[in-house]
């Protein structure tokens, strides 16, 4: 139990964090200090004690830090959303429990993960279904010309968001079973290592048509996060670097001609290149440009949490989808380098938990699982805060946990449990073998 304590412990900071935050929005909104900051910290702990016990006698050799760190990054969200928009704020706190509530039923109804390798072609086309979903009439819709979302009734959600785990469970099944044959029947062509195609070929059936289905649905942030993803998992099954470097030679190739043939891919490239350019800075590049200069205005240590301004009287919107694509720039303004690294801090633990989980998995099946959901979730932070920042085209993919969004929560505490599974299994393995 030792491990639960340590968690349990984890938690404070992420309650105190809430308390803080809210705090900070009512003095700078009524310059007064209310109690109903500590209440929400109350029920933000609240909530966290109950999936913290449900671990408790669920999971109790599971890794301790994983949940308080994804703890904390909703913590951040939450706060952040709030100070933008009070009613985005409490449906992200519903969004919240109903994450939590999908964590204990994941951890419940696949305690035994590994049976889910049975099913992994029907994975693999539900997943892909599920990208092409927001293309069908009546249900599809669009979001800044990408088709993301899917609208049943009252119920929005983005499909990316669950097939991207789809996607991983069927690479790292498959692979399990022929990370051996792709190795030694390989050959060498120009002194490039090129896998045996019998063996790669239904590999590449499926990740090519996932990759289709995102250019069809436009999602070039999704797309990216897959593909690194695949990359990911095939260095890992195979251990061959050359595999990985002809994966980024043919991502180099389709780049390319993507970005020469297709308008809103050439669009999204020009926008990062020049976003202050003549013409560019009042449209296309709009959103790119006031992100640069808020984080730039923030400074070392930002200019106050509630501080930022977001809009004018007049209806002028200063920074553009503050809550989902643009939060990471509101976070730079109002915290500063010193709160934006803060966060990337957070995001590197996770991810290096992650990986260690991977290392101390016992089974195959387990390594290349918890590699290749690590992977997919450090890409899709790469992703947005590289765009945010101007490191590549900026693509509308959420922030784990912190920009706002139902789907993005439910499939990353979806993610949380399936990593906690299996630091269960391997964990509870060596415990048996020390003692």
Not at 12 to 36: C, E, K, M, W, Y
Request: proline share 4%.
């Amino acid at each position: 139990m030792k491990a639960r304590n340590r968690e349990l412990f984890g938690l404070i900071p992420a309650s105190l964090l809430v308390v803080a935050g809210f705090t900070a929005v009512f003095i700078q909104r009524q310059d007064q200090v209310s109690n109903v900051s500590l209440t929400y910290g109350a029920l933000f702990l609240g909530l966290c004690l109950g999936g913290h016990f449900f671990l408790r006698f669920a999971l109790p050799n599971a890794d301790p830090y994983l949940f308080p760190l994804f703890a904390a990054l909703a913590s951040i969200g939450l706060v952040m959303i709030y100070r933008i928009d009070e009613t985005l704020a409490r449906q992200q706190a519903q969004w919240f429990v109903i994450g939590l509530a999908c964590f204990a039923a994941t951890i419940i109804f696949l305690r035994d993960y590994r049976k889910l390798e049975r099913y992994r072609y029907l994975i693999a086309t539900a997943s892909i279904l599920l990208l092409m979903a927001p293309r069908l009439p009546v249900i599809g819709g669009t979001v800044n010309g990408a088709y993301l979302a899917v609208d049943i009734g009252p119920l929005t959600f983005q499909p990316a968001e669950f097939a991207k785990i789809g996607i991983v469970i069927f690479l790292a099944s498959y692979l399990r079973d022929t990370r051996q044959l792709l190795v030694q029947g390989s050959r060498r062509i120009l002194g490039v290592t090129i896998p045996p195609l019998k063996q790669f070929g239904p590999l590449l059936v499926v990740w090519g048509l996932a990759m289709l289905m995102l250019i069809f649905i436009r999602d070039l942030g999704s797309s990216l996060m897959f593909f690194g993803a695949f990359l990911a998992l095939l260095y890992v099954a195979t251990n061959r670097l050359s595999f990985v470097v002809v994966g980024l030679g043919m991502f180099s190739v389709g780049a390319w001609f993507f970005a020469s043939n297709l308008a809103y891919v050439q669009d999204r490239v020009d926008i990062w290149k020049d976003p202050f350019g003549s013409g560019v800075i009042d449209n296309e590049g709009y959103q790119i440009a006031q992100s640069l200069f808020a984080q730039a205005d923030g400074g070392v240590f930002g200019v106050g949490l509630g501080q930022s301004l977001l809009d004018l009287p007049g209806g002028a919107v200063i920074i553009p989808a503050p809550d989902t694509d643009l939060i990471y720039a509101v976070i730079t303004n109002e915290l500063g380098l010193v709160g934006a690294c803060g966060v990337i801090l957070l995001y590197l633990l996770i991810v290096e938990r992650g990986f260690r989980i991977a290392q101390l998995a016992r089974d195959s099946f387990s390594t290349l699982l918890a590699a290749g959901l690590t992977a997919v979730f450090a890409l899709q932070v790469f992703v947005i805060i590289g765009g945010v920042t101007k490191v590549i085209p900026l693509t509308g993919v959420t922030l784990p946990f912190i920009s706002y969004g139902g789907s993005s929560i439910v499939a990353n505490f979806v993610l949380l449990a399936l990593l906690l599974l299996i630091s269960e299994r391997a964990r509870s393995r060596e415990r048996e073998e020390a003692g």
